[in-house]
């Protein structure tokens, strides 16, 4: 990574973290969070949304499900369709 010295805002630096990282769930939680102090409710979204791919990769459903549970307290237009899929990974465990 390079640090050059340049002031950045924290949503440009978690971006170019993220890109450079992009399985670090860390980071991209980070900057769900980001967004959702910022009123980005859709990139939130898509974060998370990230976030529960990357876990349910990893074999980690519990974290895939609190994944999923936060972007349901969003209000996501389909959100019956997340509810789902908690239904569907929590009935396979």
Do not use: C, W
């Not at 440009?12 to 992009?22: F, G, I, N, S, T």
Request: charged share 30%; net charge negative; hydrophobic share 35%.
């Amino acid at each position: 990574m390079d640090v050059t010295g340049d002031e950045q805002s924290p949503e440009a630096y978690l971006d170019k973290l993220v890109a450079e990282y992009p399985d670090r769930i860390y980071l991209r939680y980070k900057k769900a969070e980001l967004h959702e102090k910022f009123g980005q409710i859709d990139l939130a979204i898509q974060e998370y949304d990230q976030i529960g791919e990357l876990l349910l990769e990893a074999g980690d459903r519990q974290g895939a499900v609190d994944a999923i549970e936060q972007i349901i307290t969003l209000d996501p237009p389909n959100k019956s369709k997340y509810q789902e899929l908690i239904e569907n990974l929590t009935a396979e465990s």
